[in-house]
């Protein structure tokens, strides 16, 4: 009837199909992104020099701000029509479900936005030649909003208005992924050692993936009872 | 279709309380549930059907008591019995309305470990013209239809149904009743929270007030 393949690839496909439809997805986050590209500049003034300046800043605030957009959904729509009750029956359990959940929000939202972060960069005045530290840094960076994020998300499930609680838990845990995202890009701008600053990304991003699907599972569970 | 015989061949529920926020439904409910067997579980709207359906799956923790479930070796590990030996079939049934019957039954198959029952899933509950549409084209009848497919494309020896009967029509029903019948005749066990008595002898396990 369809591709071969065990459960969790099954639960990946799936994810993949649902994140692609979420409301707009990738597509909306991609949206909010250039539309801040566009806006920034008529509210800052058009001096290059000024805009430059604060080019590579904007673009990883923005990136932040715009994967906020589809988290909210991650696990909401699965706790409405019962579907999480059921995949906590599964035998890989729901610390799985969590994991894969994210890793499919990272493909589907974090990868296209990290495609357009360079554009946005460049077109806010960014050096060219900065283009694929950034690409690199928002990939990491992506990883790190998705799987944190998830936890904002599932801690959310079954309140009302679940969007500005899970803005309030997790911009504070994004706070270290811009910084050290912004930062990499920075010092590589300004001639510095860069790989420090993104190491650190990205063992806040590995810490982030290793930890936050039990904490996702646990709140699920929590949402269910 | 497999042998249940080898896994959760008993469900104890012992000295069973459950309450939801400051609301006590029921206490001390002991019962056991054995394989082959089927019990009713009747009640007013509200009394607890649900509830200890969903206490059993693990969603809601008993104030006081257990649910244990029983093997040939003796007591299973309640996580993987549930991970492994245990259906559940509620009102709110996971289908997702944007895609496709088909999509979802071969998904849920998959999750619940299906191995390979799903042509006879599809011809049992005539779901064939159906595995093309979404779910949100169907009605109530054939989505439940779709969600009962489940039980059968992922063999699983305990089901835990809410009122299975209620969106179906006459000849489904009398369908459904051969599908338990057979899984009960293959050591399989079913606990139904139903309203009207199910189409063959069963036990029965009142909840809440007397009747």
């Known amino acids: ?225 | 279709m497999t042998d249940h015989a080898s896994f959760i061949q008993r469900l104890c529920l012992d000295r069973l309380t459950l309450e939801r926020g400051q609301r006590r439904l029921f206490c001390d409910l002991t019962e056991t549930l054995s394989a082959g067997e089927a019990m009713a579980l009747t009640g007013a709207n509200g009394a607890g059907k649900t509830s200890l359906l969903r206490a059993i799956a693990g969603f809601l923790t008993p104030a006081s008591g257990q649910v244990r479930f029983e093997g040939p070796g003796g007591e299973l590990e309640a996580e993987t019995a549930r991970a492994e030996g245990l259906h559940l079939l509620a009102h709110q049934d996971g289908l997702k309305t944007s895609r496709t019957a088909g999509e979802e039954l071969d998904f849920w198959a998959r999750w619940l470990g299906g191995t390979g029952q799903l042509e006879t899933a599809v011809e049992i509950f005539n779901l064939k013209p159906l595995l093309e549409l979404e779910v949100r084209k169907l009605s109530a009848g054939q989505r439940r239809r779709l969600a009962l497919a489940r039980l059968l494309a992922a063999p699983r020896p305990l089901w835990l149904l809410d009122e299975p009967m209620a969106p179906l029509d006459t000849a489904m029903r009398r369908k459904l009743g051969e599908v338990m019948q057979a899984h009960l005749a293959e050591g399989g066990m079913i606990l139904a929270a139903v309203h009207d008595p199910l189409p063959f002898p069963t036990r029965a396990l009142h909840v809440g007030a007397p009747a």
Do not use: H
């Open chain 1, 1 to 225: 009837m369809s591709a071969p393949g065990g459960p969790i690839a099954a639960l990946f496909r799936r994810e993949m199909s649902l994140a692609f439809g979420r409301g707009g997805g990738p597509l909306l986050a991609c949206g909010f992104y250039a539309g801040v590209a566009v806006l920034l500049p008529l509210a800052e003034g058009p001096d290059p020099a000024r805009l430059a300046s604060v080019a590579t800043g904007a673009a990883f605030a923005t990136l932040a701000l715009a994967s906020l957009l589809s988290l909210e959904r991650l696990f909401e729509r699965d706790y409405e029509d019962g579907a999480l009750d059921l995949l906590s029956l599964g035998t890989p359990g729901l610390t799985v479900v969590a994991a894969v959940k994210c890793l499919a929000q990272w493909l589907a939202t974090g990868a296209p936005l990290a495609v357009a972060a360079p554009l946005v960069a460049i077109a806010l005045g960014a050096a060219p030649a900065l283009a694929p530290l950034i690409f690199l840094a928002s990939l990491l960076a992506g990883l790190g909003f998705s799987f944190i994020g998830g936890i904002g998300a599932a801690l959310s499930l079954g309140t009302r208005r679940g969007g500005v609680l899970v803005a309030v838990i997790v911009l504070p845990l994004f706070t270290p992924l811009v910084v050290f995202g912004a930062g990499a890009v920075d010092a590589f701008a300004n001639g510095l050692d860069w790989a420090p600053a993104l190491a650190l990304l990205g063992a806040y991003c590995l810490g982030a993936c290793a930890l936050a699907p039990f904490a996702m599972a646990a709140a699920c569970r929590n949402a269910m009872s």
